[in-house]
């Protein structure tokens, strides 16, 4: 085989691999919680389920604690919605009894990259959200 062809071969390999890697990267997890730190003593938290349903909802920093309450059969207690995801991008809304929110960020890997603004007062933040698996 000339050089020429085993460079060819060697792209090629190495595009099918990062097509595929970053298609696997742009996922969601199902089987545990997104956390990023408000504060000392607050998370904010994000669940996904399969079926395209989200719940966010602010509580303490003990996931354990959180895991116990944080399902979607009490979304009528936090704020949920659904969820879009289109390449690495996602979005979704979500409301309840406290307000509502707006959400649109990035997957790398096992975390997010979200702009948040709040339906009631249109303040914006940014926050990067970790996995943790349950």
Same mark, same amino acid.
């Given at each position: 085989m000339t050089h020429l062809k085993k460079l060819v071969l060697i792209v090629l390999a190495s595009l099918a691999h990062?097509?595929?890697?970053?298609?696997?990267?742009?996922?969601v997890q199902f089987d545990g919680i997104y956390t990023a730190s408000v504060d000392d003593e607050t998370d904010?938290? !994000?669940r996904f389920y399969s079926e395209g349903v989200v719940i966010v909802s602010t509580s303490?920093? $003990? !996931?354990?604690?959180? $895991? !116990?309450?944080?399902? #979607?059969?009490?979304?009528?207690? !936090?704020?949920?919605?659904?969820?879009?995801?289109?390449g690495c991008k996602i979005k979704f809304?979500?409301?309840?009894?406290?307000?509502?929110? #707006?959400?649109?960020?990035?997957i790398n890997g096992t975390a997010l990259n979200m702009h948040i603004i709040d339906g009631a007062?249109?303040?914006?933040t940014n926050r990067t959200y970790s996995f943790v698996s349950l």
């Open positions: 990062l097509s595929f890697s970053s298609k696997e990267k742009c996922t904010a938290h !994000i303490v920093k $003990s !996931i354990k604690d959180v $895991s !116990i309450w944080f399902k #979607k059969e009490n979304k009528s207690r !936090i704020l949920s919605g659904k969820y879009k995801i289109k809304s979500v409301k309840g009894e406290t307000g509502s929110q #707006k959400f649109s960020g990035t007062t249109k303040a914006e």
